[in-house]
């Protein structure tokens, strides 16, 4: 959803003064109102100075959040329409699952992948990561030791065999630069890496320099199957 302070040229009513309000409490987003609890906000608010219009900031919040939940519906071909116009794409540098995607895993989605053990999918996450991070940067979320810098390495070899040891060198230090990879064991410590994210993420593009473009989790099954009882035969 909307960041607020993108939302100020068209409602004026979320001003500066309203966003650091916000801010002070942990909201950024439109989104973020769905997580607090609106009650004690405004309990804050009231106690400013500036009680009146802050009240009014939050009301017109949630008509935008009201607009949001109730769009129109589309059909196929509207939605065909809007993936066209908006297709931000980041190759995974594997030739038939690219062509598979359309182009490869889009922008701002979630791309799951799903099959049995040892089918290939961390080897996808790997070589996706590779490729990406030749331009931005990626946060690898290794839930079970399986984030390998030599098959990297063996990657960027194999797309790289034209070019001189020197250059070969150079992309390698930027792609391994560019990766960041974090074990996490639990649900409960991959959430917790999530939090941290966002507000780096948040601040990392008021500044204007965000450069990540990719999360990846390998796997997401290591995490969940504890929590549900028992093993996952399948992958995710």
């Known amino acids: 959803m909307a960041q607020l302070k993108n939302l100020e040229r068209d409602y004026p009513i979320i001003d500066s003064n309203f966003q650091q309000f916000c801010v002070s409490h942990g909201i950024f987003s439109v989104e973020d109102f769905l997580i607090h609890d609106l009650y004690t906000l405004a309990a804050f608010a009231e106690q400013s100075i500036s009680s009146e219009r802050l009240k009014e900031g939050i009301t017109q919040v949630l008509s935008i959040m009201d607009e949001m939940m109730h769009q129109p519906w589309q059909n196929g071909l509207e939605l065909l329409e809007d993936a066209k116009r908006n297709k931000h794409l980041l190759p995974t540098g594997i030739e038939g699952i690219d062509l ?107 500044g204007g320099g965000c450069q990540m473009r990719l999360l990846i989790v390998d796997s997401i099954s290591y995490l969940i199957a504890p929590v549900l009882g028992g093993t996952s035969s399948q992958g995710i």
């Open 100 to 206: 598979l995607l359309g182009g490869g895993v889009r922008v701002g989605q979630l791309t799951e992948l799903v099959g049995p053990s040892s089918s290939g999918k961390t080897q996808v996450c790997l070589q996706t990561a590779s490729n990406v991070a030749r331009n931005y940067t990626v946060l690898y979320l290794d839930t079970g030791n399986s984030f390998s810098p030599q098959r990297i390495a063996h990657f960027l070899g194999k797309t790289n065999e034209l070019v001189s040891a020197q250059a070969k060198d150079q992309i390698l230090q930027k792609v391994m630069s560019n990766i960041l990879c974090r074990s996490v064991f639990d649900i409960f410590a991959m959430f917790d890496v999530l939090h941290q994210l966002q507000y780096r993420l948040l601040y990392q593009d008021r």
